[in-house]
């Protein structure tokens, strides 16, 4: 007779797909690559605008490239050397004080966005309250020791910043973990097997290292470069009297550059640099940027919605950007 924790492991039985033999040339290719192909873009041309926008771009992609390396290496190694239930062990029973202690396990236990959904989905399903879950889901990303690093790098001399961010990231976090409590609903989550995280009996943790660090590296240096590009085609090409316009009220430049954030979906080991850049705005305003992008952008959202269904995403995104929103200002305000 199955149990239901034997059916909960044959969900997570999903072969794994192997990847070419050649795999170090693909992420050697996957971080030269588009570096050569920025170079070359405007290359032999006096366009200034061109050579802006060049500029801009690779200095967003080198400076943040090293930390997207080191930061997804990290969250392999924790999907493959970490056991899921390590974290039901340390969390306390009382729900209410289970959230905050997930927040703060971000702090030491990194993860990018791409990861953080199955993640949250699969210590669930292990027995971990949803509101927790949630709350680890969200500060992960945003508060990981490779994220504050890369903002300490991109903001020189302030530390007041990194710390802002820190503290706003972790007062959204236990917020939405809070509010589930309060109002969430298990029926708008639904059930649906994702690709498993953490270690199965019986396979390589090397190689369950290596396949997790191949995709999240991949699939969130894609999503660096785009940003990269993006950030620098907005400073380009955007008129500086719009620019002035936004910058020049406090509360438009915040509404505008969390909603920059959701669209831009910048990883969160790259935002700092590509907020960095955005110097018309106010500091308030760049934390911002930089405490929605990691909780709410288009590929969150869509993930989001694959995994625990429309009815959740929706309504758990809309009120994470408000929350991050009002988190940034209230610590902004008296950091910054």
Known sequence: MTTGADAGSDTDEAPIRDW??????????????PGVVLY????????????????????????????????????????????????????????????????????????????????ANSLIRRGVNPAAAFAFLLSA?????????????????SPAMVLARLLASLLAAATMGW?????????????????HTGHRPGHSRWTEFRLGFQHDFLHAGGFLVVGAMAAATFNVAVPRSVLDTVADSP???VLFLAALAILLSVCSEADA?????????????????????????????????????????LRFSAATAVVA??????IGAVLL
């Not at 500091?283 to 269904?309: C, E, H, S």
């Not at 929103?325 to 209230?330: D, E, G, K, P, T």
Request: hydrophobic fraction near 55%; aromatic fraction near 8%.
């Open 179 to 195: 509010l589930w409590l309060w109002l969430g609903r298990e029926e708008w989550l639904k059930s649906n097997p994702v690709r």
């Open 20 to 33: 070419p033999r050649h795999w170090p040339l693909l992420l050697l290719g996957a971080a030269v690559i």
């Open 273 to 313: 640099f590509v907020a960095a850049s955005l110097t018309g705005f106010s500091p308030l305003a760049r934390l911002t940027f930089m405490v929605v992008g990691p909780m709410v952008d288009l590929k969150l959202i869509a993930l989001q919605t694959g995994t625990f269904g429309r009815a959740f995403a």
């Open 141 to 157: 990303p945003a508060v990981n020791p490779i994220v504050l690093t890369a903002t300490a790098v991109a903001f020189p001399g």
């Open 251 to 253: 509360w438009l430049s």
């Open 325 to 330: 929103v009002l988190s940034s200002v209230l």
């Open 40 to 119: 070359l873009v405007g290359r032999g041309t006096d366009n200034p605008a061109i050579d802006a926008w060049r500029t801009v771009c690779l200095s967003i992609t080198v400076q943040a490239l090293p930390f997207l390396l080191l930061g997804t290496a990290l969250s392999g190694a924790i999907n493959a050397f970490v056991p899921a239930r390590v974290f039901s062990k340390v969390l306390p029973r009382r729900p209410a004080l289970a959230v905050p202690v997930a927040g703060a396990a971000g702090v030491v236990l990194p993860g990018c966005e791409c990861a953080s959904v199955p993640v």
